[in-house]
């Protein structure tokens, strides 16, 4: 959400970006509806004081006795509360049409944020790690991790698809262990060596909660929504538009449970409505739970195995801070993020994403790329990014430092510490040898119960 006063006082810092998103004259149409807002608020203020004024003379007539002024007081007071009512729905819709478009338009990037259309525009910061120094660098063929998964009994898309469809999976055995060691693991390294707070959390929100973080209402198809009541056909209707008609499907989805899409949702939104005291931040969270994605706008991308699934497991970390503080957390926590990776010695780049890649919350973010030996590539298995005020102002969630009267709000912060099932397959693939074992890595050995391999013995 943005600052109108903001729009207004500088238009031309905020068209730029948003022209490139594909939203030009965003700030212009804000600003009408602003200017048509605050005309009807004045038209309703002044019509109001006229009503007391007349109010007050009619009491003042009466006590002198003439009737005929204060029947003509009364009419003029009748007359004002119907133009009172029409200034009153004026504003409402002036409100609701500009709290609308606000609600719709996304982040302004940092100034350091590289300029760039879509992925090819983003800047690689570092490497880490030897891809060929791995047991799959020095195989001919690698397998992906389908085939491995499948030869060792640990991994069954099908019986997935019989009971849930496409994009699921079954684990078992060693594999499903595994997956238990790498969250547990992650998690243990975010909270006693980063100092992150282990919680909780609900993985069933409601909308003003989807609204704060900014997936409603322009990703509602992103999201799965277990539903009480929905009025037949208006899904069907409303897919694939943004704005006002998406903005009442959230209002019909009152009252409606969603699915977190990650829990950087119910993390973030422990502050909501909150006011905080400045010597609380920065308030670091984490938690490891599932993660719920319609993958909508996926349609044909990674069909095959685990790197796109509706519900896969993610260990989330938050970071609510002050203005002054959100730079430096922000890389703080991208390196919160790279040592997991460091932990597993699994090869790695940090990106720095363009304007036409960051997601519509972001004004800055960084992308952690894992090497898949099977795709001969790296695949993103985090994404870190600072959101500055943006989603406080749609949570109403606030700072006040000592001795201050006025409130301030926070900054948020998100990142994956990191995607579980993403960092499975990276293992899986990278620790394989010639005879399709897998090496576990040394740090997820005592989690695993001291085994060094998942198949046959050396």
């Known amino acids: 959400m943005h600052d109108i006063k903001a729009i207004r006082d500088n238009p031309e810092a ?25 005309a009807a608020q004045t038209a309703l203020q002044e019509t109001q004081a006229k009503r007391n004024e007349s109010s007050k003379l009619i009491g003042m007539a009466k006590a002198k006795k003439d009737e005929a002024e204060a029947a003509r007081l009364m009419a003029e007071v009748e007359t004002l509360k ?10 409402a819709i002036a409100a609701a049409k500009l709290k609308d478009l606000l609600a719709s338009l996304p982040n302004i990037p940092a100034a350091d944020v590289p300029a760039g259309e ?31 998964g499948a030869a060792l009994g640990g991994m069954d898309f099908e019986a997935a698809a019989r009971m849930s469809g496409a994009r699921f999976v079954v684990l078992k055995k060693e594999i499903a262990r595994l997956e238990r060691a790498l969250g547990q693991f992650m998690l243990d390294l975010q909270t006693v060596e980063h ?44 897919e694939g538009k943004e704005g006002a008609a998406a903005s009442l499907v959230v209002d019909l989805l009152m009252d409606n449970y969603w699915l977190i899409p990650t829990a950087e949702v119910s993390l973030t939104n422990i502050v909501r409505e909150q006011i905080l005291a400045e010597e609380e931040l920065p308030m670091r969270l984490t938690a490891l739970t599932p993660s719920f994605r319609a993958e909508a706008g996926s349609a044909g991308r990674d069909t095959r195995g685990m790197i796109r699934q509706h519900q896969f497991y993610k260990v989330e970390l938050v970071s609510i801070t002050t203005p002054d503080q959100s730079e430096a957390e922000h890389e703080r926590m991208v390196e919160c993020a790279e040592t997991v990776l460091k932990k597993l010695e699994l090869p790695f780049r940090t990106m720095l994403l363009c304007t036409g890649d960051m997601g519509f919350g972001a004004r800055k973010t960084y992308d952690l790329e894992v090497w898949l030996p099977s795709q001969d590539t790296y695949r993103e298995i985090s994404s870190c990014s600072n959101c ?28 994956s510490g990191l995607a579980v099932g993403r960092t499975l397959v990276a293992v899986l693939e990278n620790y394989q040898d010639e005879a399709g074992r897998i090496h576990i890595p040394a740090v997820l050995q005592p989690y695993m119960g001291g085994i060094t391999h998942i198949g046959d013995a050396a």
Do not use: C
């Open 14 to 38: 905020f068209d730029r970006p948003w022209s490139a998103k594909g939203r030009s004259g965003a700030a212009a149409e804000a600003i009408k509806l602003d200017a048509q807002l605050r």
């Open 118 to 148: 879509d992925e090819t525009g983003n800047l690689e910061q570092r490497r880490w790690g030897d891809a060929k120094a791995l047991p799959a660098g020095k195989l001919n063929a690698p397998k992906d991790h389908v085939d491995l």
């Open 388 to 415: 500055g005020d943006f989603q406080a102002r749609r949570m109403d969630a606030r700072f006040k430092k000592a001795g201050e009267k006025g409130t301030q709000y926070v900054h948020t912060l998100n990142g």
């Open 82 to 91: 119907t133009i009172m009512a029409a200034a009153s729905e004026e504003e």
């Open 195 to 238: 100092g992150y707070t282990e919680v909780s959390p609900p993985l069933l929100v409601k909308d003003h909660a989807l609204y704060g973080t900014g997936q409603l209402p322009k990703f509602a198809d992103d999201l799965f929504v277990g539903l009480k009541g929905f009025p037949e056909g208006v899904r069907e209707w409303v």
